[in-house]
């Protein structure tokens, strides 16, 4: 069985330039979670849909990120204008459910904004 | 959603050592999950704590999740260059988030 796929592996952008990464579920899963990585704020948060819902998107940083599920398969992380800052690793996660369900991972979308 | 607090946040140690990440949260938890990270790599759910008390075993890793279900430990018997990596422990989704990981460096 696939994993959670997410897209592309690797982006190098310059600052002011949109960035979209892409994440597929695993197959059956109802909650997608997107997370955000760097050395000096660890493992963040962003956002979390239900069944395609967004429930809490306290996480989002700032206007300048927005994320989208426009059906089961498939959601969205927008980053626009990027900023430097914006370098990390981005995660998408999936489970089936959404309280105290365990967490698939991706591989992962490694983010540099020049 | 609030963080625990997870410590130390760096262990190194000789291979062959034992080693402990503890995670403390200042409110009752329902349930607990482990979560290891290789470096390079991405989260990998480890096991799942639900009960006060419960204690669980994987090979070489002993989980215990406290009486008042507060606090969490992951204890590694003779660590191997294999066990390298950070790890995480994580509430649930609705309530805390992950914690800040504690990264574990084995020498051979």
């Known amino acids: 069985d696939a994993g959670v796929i997410q897209s592309p592996r690797h982006e190098v952008t310059e600052m002011g330039q949109e960035v979209t990464l892409r994440c597929k579920p695993i197959s059956g899963h109802n909650s997608l979670f997107w997370y955000r990585q760097t050395m000096m704020r660890g493992l963040e948060l962003l956002i979390y849909?239900?069944?395609?819902?967004?429930?809490?998107d306290s996480g989002m940083p700032e206007d300048r990120f927005s994320a989208k599920m426009p059906n089961a398969s498939f959601s969205t992380l927008k980053i626009q204008p990027s900023e430097p800052r914006d370098s990390a690793v981005y995660f998408c996660?999936?489970?089936?459910?959404?309280?105290?369900?365990?967490?698939?991972f991706g591989p992962g979308t490694r983010l540099l904004v020049l | 959603g609030q963080q625990v607090m997870q410590i130390p946040q760096y262990q190194h140690v000789q291979e062959g050592e034992d080693f402990t990440t503890y995670c403390n949260s200042s409110?009752?938890?329902?349930?607990i999950q482990w979560y290891k990270q290789r470096p390079g790599g991405h989260p990998v759910f480890l096991i799942q704590?639900?009960?006060?008390?419960e204690v669980k075993k994987q090979k070489r890793l002993t989980f215990q999740f406290g009486e008042a279900k507060k606090n969490s430990s992951l204890h590694i018997t003779a660590t191997q260059t294999t066990d390298v990596g950070t790890y995480f422990c994580a509430g649930p989704t609705h309530d805390m988030r992950f914690g800040a990981g504690t990264r574990l460096t084995v020498k051979p």
């Open positions: 409110t009752t938890l329902s349930n």
């Open positions: 849909f239900n069944n395609n819902v967004p429930i809490d």
């Open positions: 996660a999936s489970s089936f459910g959404l309280v105290s369900e365990t967490q698939y």
């Open positions: 704590l639900v009960k006060s008390g």
